[in-house]
């Protein structure tokens, strides 16, 4: 790759990431984005909205004449934020994500490392890639959307203590949660397809990885202009073993008994009662909900697999 391949790159941040040192961890990113950046900018998100405001004065502004690349150094939400800020100010910019939450969820999606140095570093050997986006009435989501036992199980964590105990707290709640579902109705219409029922958990995926885990659909690809909708039934056993079985998107209603999966472009989900939505780890909407895909919307900076697998057998030996 050729060195100072960007003139202007803005790196944005907040102070609660999962970085334990935010400031020496700023310095590590920053010392790695400089050797492909010939100007750097860093910027202190301070309050939730933030990145959205700014993104909209690099547009209204006609910074983005100089700007030519958007890094973001946080958690899945924080990635989540800036991907609404782009798409809602028409911000036409790609980006580089540098893990600093729990899980990550969509860094794995671009095979890079999950500690930020070593990812920061990656970035130089990345490759731009075009990315599907999901509206979600008049929002936006980059990896899931998801009503029910994700919800439940994001506010037990909230209401413990995540910074303290990180990933803990998320097995912990699971846990309490799978004791304790709520159950509700749903009825969604799926192209030209209604389908009505009752459920403890549903999920709109567009990324491969929800909450550390992949999930066993061997073809779901970010990139391929659907969303992946998956209905979980009332078997618990059932689900339990369906989450662990690897199958591609023909087999998987004709191997799966717990979980049904739907494939389409636009969906709309109602429910009764009113359930709050989880999309990419903020709960901040209720249903109903109107979801279509916005196929290659944004380009996101990728490590190629064949590199991801030789420096992950390099650090192994």
Request: aromatic share 8%; glycine share 8%; proline share 4%.
């Amino acid at each position: 790759m050729t060195q100072k391949q960007y003139k202007h790159g803005v790196l944005f941040y907040h102070e609660h990431t999962g970085i334990k040192d935010i400031y020496r961890g700023l310095g590590d990113v920053a010392t790695s984005l400089t050797t492909f950046c010939k100007h750097l900018s860093i910027q202190l998100s301070e309050n939730e909205g933030d990145i959205i405001t700014f993104c909209q004065k690099i547009k209204d502004q006609h910074y983005s004449d100089d700007v030519d690349i958007i890094f973001i150094l946080g958690g899945d939400g924080t990635v989540n934020e800036l991907v609404n800020g782009l798409m809602k100010s028409n911000l036409n910019l790609p980006i580089g994500i540098i893990p600093g939450g729990t899980f990550n969820d969509f860094v794995k999606t671009l095979n890079l490392h999950p500690r930020h140095k070593i990812a920061s570093q990656q970035l130089m050997d990345a490759e731009l890639r075009p990315y599907d986006v999901m509206k979600v009435n008049g929002d936006y989501a980059l990896n899931f959307i998801g009503l029910g036992l994700i919800v439940q199980n994001a506010e037990n964590v909230q209401n413990g203590n995540k910074d303290v105990f990180g990933k803990l707290s998320y097995v912990g709640s699971t846990v309490k949660t799978l004791l304790n579902p709520e159950h509700f109705d749903y009825k969604i219409l799926v192209d030209d397809q209604t389908i009505e029922g009752n459920t403890s958990m549903l999920v709109v995926a567009n990324g491969p990885f929800i909450g550390g885990s992949r999930i066993p659909l061997t073809d779901l690809s970010p990139n391929d202009g659907y969303l992946n909708t998956f209905v979980f039934k009332e078997q618990s056993s059932s689900v339990l073993n369906d989450v662990f079985k690897q199958r591609d998107s023909m087999n998987w209603n004709k191997m799966t008994d717990g979980i049904k999966h739907l494939l389409a472009k636009k969906i709309t989900i109602e429910t009764e009662p009113q359930m709050k939505v989880d999309i990419d780890g903020e709960i901040n909407l209720k249903t109903p909900l109107n979801i279509e895909v916005i196929p290659n919307a944004i380009y996101i900076l990728t490590l190629p697999e064949a590199q991801a697998a030789s420096q992950s057998q390099n650090n192994n030996n």
